[in-house]
Structure formats: C-alpha cells, structure tokens
C-alpha cells in the first residue's frame, strides 16, 4: 500500500512535516500533553510507524494516504522524533514568554 515508505525523509522533507504537527499542536495549546507523550513514548517510535502500517486500512479513510504516509516515516526514525520535541518545546516556550491579554 505505502510503496515510498522505504524512502528516507529528505531534511526538508521532515522539517516541512514537523513544522505542520508543531502548528496543528500549539494552536490549540497542548505543546506540554504532546511534549510529554513523546517524551515517554520515543524508545517505542519506530514500534507505532509499524502498527500504523498495520492499521493503515482503517488510519487511512480518516485521516488521508499523505497524512498517514508522513506520520510513519517520521515515526520510523527516532531523530525525527527528537525534531519535534525540541520544537514542540521551543514552541512552548515562546508562547510563555508572549505577555497575555488584559483584561479589562
């Protein structure tokens, strides 16, 4: 089903996809949930891109072939992985750092 998956993510190629899951994670805030799922679960990456190939039947019609596609060769190496927690967590701390609102 997945015959590019053999295919190792160019450096563009994965930043452009980490830059989307960063995006998609921080504007609705869940960079510290996301930050520590990752965190505990990084060892068992490359585990989860090989059940997502297996549930790919059913991962598919949900979320799209590219989707899914991107999600396990980003999983599949775990430097990737570490890509995103830095900028997950550099994505936190920017946030933090911006005043908030006032309220009036």
Do not use: C, W
Not at 1 to 17: C, G, H, V
Not at 22 to 50: C, N, W
Not at 71 to 88: F, G, P, T
Request: hydrophobic share 40%.
């Amino acid at each position: 089903m997945f015959d590019s998956l053999d295919d190792p993510l160019t450096s563009e190629e994965a930043d452009a996809i980490i830059d989307k899951v960063v995006e998609r994670i921080s504007r609705k805030k869940m960079e510290v949930p996301a930050l520590l799922f990752f965190e505990t679960h990084k060892p068992l990456s490359y585990v989860g891109s090989q059940f997502t190939v297996a549930m790919s039947p059913f991962i598919v019609p949900f979320f799209g072939y590219d989707r899914t596609r991107d999600a396990i060769r980003l999983l599949s190496k775990r430097e990737y992985v570490d890509r995103l927690v830095n900028r997950l967590e550099s994505s936190a701390q920017a946030r933090n750092r911006r005043p908030a609102p006032e309220l009036n």
